[in-house]
């Protein structure tokens, strides 16, 4: 069977298969991680992008969790848009757009705090995508 022929593996069966080959605190990490985002949003969408970063999406990027030798980094798409008053986001704090926590070996989650921010991603992506509905259904009626 060559690799085109190969059936291709479901976004959640490879998020199973990096949790399974780390084998260590980061595989449980990313597996907690996980967890919380389902509970936080069950709707959300698990997808497998970029050669290998599990992707949680609803109406929109959530966040990502990236796996490295001394951190699990949950990266939030549009994380400098969203309240932190928890402080929860520890990397990626100087750029526009994303933010992101690092969690290390031994760490603590804040699974409260954790759940209310993706509930406010997921918020911020919905509202963004009714808002662009509603301009483009206004650009089609103005004819714009």
Same mark, same amino acid.
């Given at each position: 069977?060559?690799?085109?022929?190969?059936?291709?593996?479901?976004?959640?069966?490879?998020? @199973?298969? %990096?949790?399974?080959?780390?084998?260590?605190?980061?595989?449980?990490?990313?597996?907690?991680?996980?967890?919380?985002?389902?509970? $936080? @949003?069950?709707?959300?969408?698990?997808?497998?992008?970029? !050669?290998?970063?599990?992707?949680?999406? *609803?109406?929109?990027?959530?966040?990502?969790?990236?796996?490295?030798? +001394?951190?699990?980094?949950?990266? #939030?798409?549009?994380?400098?848009?969203?309240?932190?008053?928890?402080?929860? #986001? /520890?990397?990626?704090?100087?750029? /526009?757009? !994303? %933010?992101?926590?690092? #969690? *290390?070996?031994?760490?603590?989650?804040?699974?409260?705090?954790?759940?209310?921010?993706i509930r406010a991603a997921v918020a911020? /992506? +919905?509202?963004?995508?009714?808002?662009? !509905?509603?301009?483009?259904?206004?650009? $089609? !009626? +103005?004819?714009?």
């Amino acid at each position: 069977m060559t690799k085109s022929e190969a059936p291709e593996q479901s976004p959640s069966r490879l998020i @199973d298969g %990096r949790i399974e080959e780390l084998g260590d605190w980061r595989g449980e990490m990313l597996s907690r991680l996980r967890a919380l985002i389902r509970q $936080a @949003d069950p709707e959300v969408v698990e997808e497998w992008k970029w !050669r290998g970063v599990p992707v949680w999406e *609803h109406a929109g990027i959530i966040c990502t969790g990236e796996t490295y030798k +001394t951190a699990v980094k949950m990266t #939030f798409a549009k994380g400098a848009s969203l309240e932190d008053p928890s402080g929860l #986001f /520890n990397s990626s704090l100087e750029g /526009n757009t !994303r %933010r992101a926590i690092d #969690f *290390h070996e031994g760490d603590k989650i804040d699974e409260a705090a954790l759940k209310a921010l993706i509930r406010a991603a997921v918020a911020l /992506n +919905t509202s963004s995508a009714a808002s662009r !509905r509603a301009t483009k259904k206004a650009s $089609a !009626r +103005t004819g714009e």
